[in-house]
Nanobody, 128 residues
């Protein structure tokens, strides 16, 4: 089972940017789906951005045009570039990976049940 470790979270003013990273403990084949989710205490985990083995991406409507997901196979790392951050982006962000069942005809799935490997999370706090 692949293990994931997130980094890059922190506090930032609204309108600012942060870049999150997620490093895998072992090589993840290109067929793997990888995604970012976020969650607040007492709330359901929400899909933020995903990328499948073909490079197709999917974003939550709330972050389209502001967030960009990418991955570097050589570095075994998934990235999430977050720009124009808003207070509502405040949450614990989690990295997730799956060997392939996450891939749909249209791209990666954006529900937690589609992923079997998870990181411990990194906190993102956006303030005015």
């Amino acid at each position: 089972e692949v293990q994931l470790m997130e980094s890059g979270g922190g506090s930032v003013q609204a309108g600012g940017s942060l870049s999150l990273s997620c490093r895998a403990s072992e090589y993840t084949p290109g067929t793997f789906c990888m995604a970012w989710f976020r969650q607040l205490p007492g709330k359901k985990r929400e899909g933020v951005a995903g990328i499948d083995g073909d490079g197709r991406t999917k974003y939550a409507d709330s972050v389209k045009g502001r967030f960009t997901i990418s991955k570097d196979y050589a570095k075994r790392t998934l990235f999430l570039q977050m720009d124009s951050l808003k207070s509502e982006d405040t949450a614990m962000y989690y990295c997730a990976a799956d060997p392939g069942s996450c891939t749909l005809v249209s791209g990666p799935v954006m529900t937690p049940s589609g992923y079997r490997s998870w990181g411990q999370g990194t906190q993102v706090t956006v303030s005015s």
